[in-house]
């Protein structure tokens, strides 16, 4: 299962850092990915990275500000955010994609489990 946790509210301008811990077994050789899901939309794509930490991607409205990191031996990847804008606010997500190893896919469709979500409000 994947655990996410961190979110919170804050301010315009201000900083978050989402982590995803991974527990009943490892997800240490998927890809990872963070998702976020305002209400009234679809899940979009924000980050993702690859097993080794060596690839990420980024959502355009995520590059700049957010850095997807990971950390293996603990079974967590993290998502950093800076500089939130309201237009952050939603549920982020994070997923593990089993069948990617080099790279991480942008798509939702392509990641097989999935953590419950943690809310992330950001006030003008």
Avoid: H
Avoid at 15 to 30: D, P, Q, W
Avoid at 71 to 80: F, I, R
């Amino acid at each position: 299962q994947l655990q996410a946790s961190g979110g919170g509210l804050v301010q315009a301008g201000g900083s978050l850092r989402l982590s995803c811990a991974a527990s009943g077994r490892t997800f240490s050789g998927y890809a990872k990915g963070w998702f976020r899901q305002a209400p009234g939309k679809e899940r979009e794509f924000v980050a993702g990275i690859s097993w080794s930490g060596g690839n990420t991607y980024y959502a355009d409205s995520a590059k700049g500000r957010f850095t997807i990191s990971r950390d293996n031996a603990k079974n967590t990847v993290y998502l950093q955010m800076n500089i939130l804008k309201p237009e952050d606010t939603a549920v982020y997500y994070c997923a593990a994609d089993r069948n990617n190893v080099v790279t991480a896919s942008t798509y939702t469709i392509d990641y097989d489990y999935w953590g419950q979500g943690t809310q992330v409000t950001v006030s003008s």
